[in-house]
């Protein structure tokens, strides 16, 4: 059944890759999921105050 | 039942006795100089009781006048040096799930040789030891215990074949050792240390230092306004300095989300790295700060069968991420304020404080300003919840070859996981929105040896795939990304974590599902036109390189 569905999704993909809201599409969703995914990684940073945290209980 | 004053009138080196709880506590009391008020009060919260008793302990047998290397180490540098004369040898004691009495041990001992019979129950029955420590307070030295059993969700990837020698047979445990702070030569952080060295240094085989050498270590390079002995903590600074003293790479990743921080410490102790978790505690009812403390996670509780009800949205209304990793309910952790293996629990929620130490409020509705938290197995009178921990930062402690960290795998996978959803939401196609919303990830970091077996092991693949797999060069270390559709594996993403991150560092996919795999080829595929990426995702970029080669020329425009 899952078959079924990717190879349906498949050939909407091949329809969009030749459409013509393809290429704004692309440039735009690129740029929105870089910034969004620096953002998540900055997240992960510990800052430098954070380092000087006594543990010691 | 033996007393505290017959056990220290038996001349023998070796006692067998039946357990009990009592029984322990008179034991603790004869081989150590620990007041039985500050007993009663160190074992109140019945963790070591319900745990011994969750193990099935049946006997002990108390090994006298044991030398312990870390303690040892420790009395050297420290307490031989006291006007006070401290005791160097130590107490070891040995728990088993069988009966055993005097005669019967003294018949293995004998029979050892001839009856090796004997030997394989006593193995099977081993459920670890305690060294106890000749000490006022901190009594509980080196010990290796046997985890919980495992089950389909409980899991204690950090733990290692550990073996023992009692009166020269040959036993082994699967343990990570822990022992409590001495507050002299070891603070918590120092302790979370000792434990997780001798994870990785199974793994990466580096030197063990003792809790005195970890200290200095730690604290010799700083300057610092409190002595370093008598120790009262170490800074996230300090432990990254005691990790690169071993030969290893310290990592911090900071715990703003729950979602990622249960991510990242799945990762790494899928591959039996132990990871340190910093936290600030707290008192759940009163909200008062108490300090800084550090505990090393062995090991999680993960219901794989589980809907993930949560997702990671790095900002308000993004397309959001599911992350396998989420389930996770527990963490097990070497916590040296309440035991080995002691449970804390996601889900609790504490109060945020102003730099000043006040209660921080919603500038508009005045409502208290809470952040995540864990709730602990810290506190007396057994009231298991008194205490949240607030995490601040895990610390992992890695080698000099895995150089692509967790984050960089994870900003690989959230961008094209991005780019997916965006797509479709620009479609009017509901099964194409459903299969978008359900894909999940779980990310972790393994070796070339565990890769490969595990694919030998998995009916799931082609032999075909299997045959390619088993055969193929790969790094030392890699991160794995399984993808998931609806529960269904459908590809795994292979890293090369020994890369630099500016190369494409993914290097190989493990196909499960060969139309999912043409779908997200496909997909790739939008990205690449006349020569050029629109995106640098390196999920795109092999995805539409493979794409490439295996697809027919005209479908591209």
Redesign the interface.
């Known amino acids: 059944m ?2 079924l ?6 050939k ?3 329809l ?3 459409s013509s ?3 704004d ?3 735009n ?2 740029k ?3 910034v ?6 900055q ?5 430098p105050e ?8 | 039942m033996k007393t505290n004053v017959e056990l220290n009138n038996i001349k023998e080196n070796f006692i067998v006795l039946p357990y009990n709880f009592e029984q322990l506590k008179e034991i603790f009391i004869a081989f150590s100089k620990i007041d039985t008020n500050y007993l009663e009060h160190k074992l109140d919260n019945d963790f070591y009781k319900d745990y011994l008793e969750t193990l099935g302990v049946k006997t002990i047998v108390i090994e006298k006048e044991y030398i312990d290397k870390d303690f040892l180490n420790d009395y050297a540098n420290y307490y031989v040096k006291c006007f006070k004369l401290y005791e160097r040898f130590c107490t070891r004691l040995h728990f088993f799930s069988c009966e055993l009495t005097e005669n019967s041990f003294n018949s293995i001992l004998i029979n050892y040789g001839e009856l090796n019979n004997n030997l394989c129950n006593l193995q099977e029955n081993y459920l670890g030891y305690i060294v106890v420590k000749n000490l006022p307070q901190s009594i509980i030295g080196k010990t290796c215990l046997k985890c919980y059993p495992k089950d389909n969700c409980r899991n204690f990837p950090a733990t290692v074949n550990h073996k023992v020698h009692l009166a020269g047979l040959p036993l082994n445990i699967k343990t990570l050792p822990f022992q409590e702070q001495d507050s002299v030569v070891a ?3 120092t302790s979370s240390l000792w434990s997780m060295f001798y994870g990785t240094g199974e793994l990466f085989h580096h030197s063990l230092p003792s809790p005195y050498e970890i200290t200095k270590a730690a604290t010799q390079d700083f300057p610092i306004s409190n002595r370093a002995f008598p ?7 300090m ?2 300095k005691a990790i690169s003293k071993v030969g290893l790479e310290p990592l ?3 715990t ?2 729950p979602i ?1 921080t249960k991510s ?1 410490i799945y990762a790494y102790l899928k591959a039996h790295l132990p990871v340190m978790l ?1 936290v ?2 707290q008192k759940t009812i009163t909200a008062e700060d ?5 505990v090393t996670i062995v090991g999680y509780n993960l219901d794989n069968t589980k809907q993930i009800d949560t997702v ?1 949205q ?2 308000p209304n ?2 959001p991420i599911k992350l396998r990793a989420t389930n996770i309910t527990k963490l097990y952790v070497h916590d040296d ?1 309440v035991g080995p293996f002691a449970r804390m629990e996601f889900g609790a929620k504490a109060t945020l404080k102003n730099f000043d130490g006040t209660i921080k409020r919603n500038p508009t509705t005045n409502e208290v300003e809470t952040t995540w938290a864990l709730y602990t197995s810290f506190g007396i009178e057994n009231k298991r919840r008194s205490f949240c921990a607030i995490p ?2 895990i610390l992992i402690p890695t080698y000099h070859k895995i150089r692509i960290p967790f ?1 960089a795998v ?2 690989q996978i ?2 094209f996981n ?2 997916f959803i ?2 479709s939401e ?2 009017n ?1 509901e ?2 929105k459903n ?1 978008a919303n359900n894909l999940s990830w779980e990310i972790f970091l393994t070796d070339i040896n565990e890769f490969k077996y595990s694919i030998l092991c998995d009916n799931n693949l082609s032999d075909d795939e299997r045959l390619r797999i088993s055969k193929q060069r790969y790094p030392r270390f890699l991160w794995r990304v399984k993808v998931y ?1 609806s529960d ?1 594996n459908i590809l795994d993403f292979v890293f090369d974590a020994t890369d630099i991150e500016q190369n494409e560092y993914i290097i190989d996919t493990v196909v499960y ?1 060969n ?2 795999f ?2 997200l080829k ?2 790739a ?3 690449y ?1 006349n020569g050029l990426y ?4 390196k999920i795109i970029n092999n995805l539409s390189a493979q794409y490439k080669i295996s697809s027919n020329p005209l ?3």
């Open positions: 899952d078959d569905i990717f190879e349906e999704i498949t909407d993909i091949h969009f890759m030749n809201e393809k290429r599409f692309v440039i969703s690129s929105e999921a870089r969004n995914s620096q953002n998540m990684v997240s992960l940073q510990v800052s954070a380092m000087k945290l006594r543990i010691g209980v | 603070a918590c952080a120790n009262s903590g170490l800074t996230l600074e432990i990254s911090s990743i900071r703003n989300s990622l990242a910093a600030t505690l108490i300090g800084g403390h550090a990671y790095s900002i993004s397309y304020q601040q930062a984050e994870l900003k959230y961008e991005h780019l965006g797509y620009t479609r196609n099964k194409l299969l559709s269904n599902s139309q999912a043409e779908m496909a997909f595929c939008m990205y036109e629109y995106t640098e995702n479908l591209i425009t």
